[in-house]
Structure formats: structure tokens, C-alpha cells
């Protein structure tokens, strides 16, 4: 072998090395960057993403009687860190009894929500907000509940409701309002009773 042939066969085996040691040293970073990320939630979580859920009153919707939420079969990715976020335009049905149980917040990063009055007369206004890990029974209006993710939200009447869940595997949730906002059945039917009213599914993938 000639020295230009051994020059030939060594120049791009370092620097191959070369770029090996490069992309060793991105491969540390990244994994201490993942170390970082893991101390600071003891779920691993792929990124942020953004759920925006409307109720809307049965006088917007021409319904008899039904509000709704809207979507009510949103997917979102699983294993993230996911800000909620629910317009209400509803009044409140207050909770009675075993039923004040719903009041509380469940299954939230931090174990609370932010809960902002919601002008009508100027929906986008920025009003004072306050974060709270339960409501006052008669202020419900209705509830976000997915009870195999241990997820309650109390939704307050005439408000915006925020908050963060982290998300798990992926799967298909039902979700569902236990705040008795419908007709007849001592408000169990109508709304409460109809997929794509009070009741659906959540998707996680
Ligand atoms: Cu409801």
C-alpha cells in the first residue's frame, strides 16, 4: 500500500471519528437536557399542546334544553403536558347533596384551576383571575369529569376555565358532566343523557 492510499482510507475514517465524537457530544447533551426534563416532572412528557372546549347555551345552538360542549370528541397527544382551556356561556345548575363532591378539582397540575369571569358583552376582555382547587357548590354550572384519568373540573358559571393536565398513555376516555344540567330524570335526561352534549369521549394520542 502507497502512502496516498493509506492517506485515502484514514482521512475519512477520522473524520468519521470526527463526526462520531461530534455526534457523541450531542447525544450527551440531548440526554442531560432529558435529565433536566425528568427531575422536573416525574412523568416523562413529549411536549405542550392546547385543548380549547366551548359550552354553549341551548339559546345559541337552537337546542330545546341542551347545552353543549363543543368539541365534544377532541384528541389531544398522550404523555404531554396539555393547558385546557373552557369557555362557559352557561348559568349555573348548583350541586346538591353527594353531588357537591363535583365542586372539588381533581387530576390538575397543581391541584387547581384559574377561573376567570367571562364578559359577555366583551367575551376577549382580560378579567381577574383566580386560581382555586374548588368552587362554591351553587356556582357550578357543569362539570368536566374523565373518571378513569382521575380528572374533575368544576366549570363555574359565565366563566373561562383553565388548567394543565398531564396526559398519559394513549387510549379513549369518557368523559362526562355530573353537574345534573339537563331535562327530566331529575336532570339526568336530555343533555346529561345525549353523546355530543354532556357526555363523549376523549382521546389521547
Ligand atoms: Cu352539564
Redesign the pocket.
Known sequence: MNESAVEALTKPQSRRAFLAAGALGGATALLAGCGVAATASPTQSRGNASLYLTIATPDMLGTDDM?AYLPAFPTIPAHTRARVEIVNFDDATPLTGALEQFAKVKGTVGGSIQVEALDEKNPNAITASQTVTALDPQNVS?TFTVAKLGINIPVAAKARTIFEIQTGAPGVYDWR?N?P?GQGNGGWGG??AAAGY?MGKLTLE
Open positions: 347545552p357543569h358532566c353537574d344540567c343533555a346529561m354532556m
